[in-house]
């Protein structure tokens, strides 16, 4: 089973951005634990600050490299309709993460526009959003 995590704008910042809503840890220590729960998963990870970068990663993940695909699209979630037209194109199921609650936060950031391309979506439980999420991709292809 290949999962793809794909991050986009400033989140390789965590650790030392807003840490009080984005907590203390950087991404690196995150993924080596996330990796060591999930022996049987091959993980791959990319991080990048361009929408781009982020829809050319998602179209090369999701026609063949990946089975799955995790996706903080970052501030892109509530701006960008090119990300959510590149999940829309892709064969792979795309799980859409936020480590804070953003439901909960300013008013711009309640709208996003992955969620309807997404099979689903799951935000505010810090950096385990990220766990929760792989939970739920392999739920949905090992049926
Ligand atoms: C975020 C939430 C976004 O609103 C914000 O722009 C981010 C991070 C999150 O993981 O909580 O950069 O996607």
Not at 41 to 58: H, K, P, T
Request: aromatic share 10%; proline share 2%.
């Amino acid at each position: 089973m290949k999962i793809s995590i794909i991050n986009g704008p400033n989140l390789n910042l965590l650790g030392r951005r807003e840490k009080d809503i984005y907590g203390e840890r950087d991404f690196d220590s995150y993924f080596a634990e996330l990796k060591a729960q999930y022996p049987d998963v091959e993980f791959s990870c990319f991080q990048s600050n361009s929408e781009g970068a982020l829809i050319d990663r998602i179209q090369e993940d999701g026609f063949g490299k990946a089975d799955g695909i995790v996706l903080n699209a970052g501030a892109y979630t509530h701006t960008s309709v090119a990300i959510s037209d590149a999940i829309r194109g892709i064969r792979v199921p795309v799980v859409e993460v936020h480590i804070s609650n953003v439901a909960a936060r300013e008013e711009y950031r309640r709208h996003s526009f992955m969620a309807a391309a997404c099979k689903g979506s799951i935000a505010g439980f810090g950096l385990d959003s990220y766990r929760l999420a792989v939970e739920a991709l392999l739920n949905i292809l090992s049926r």
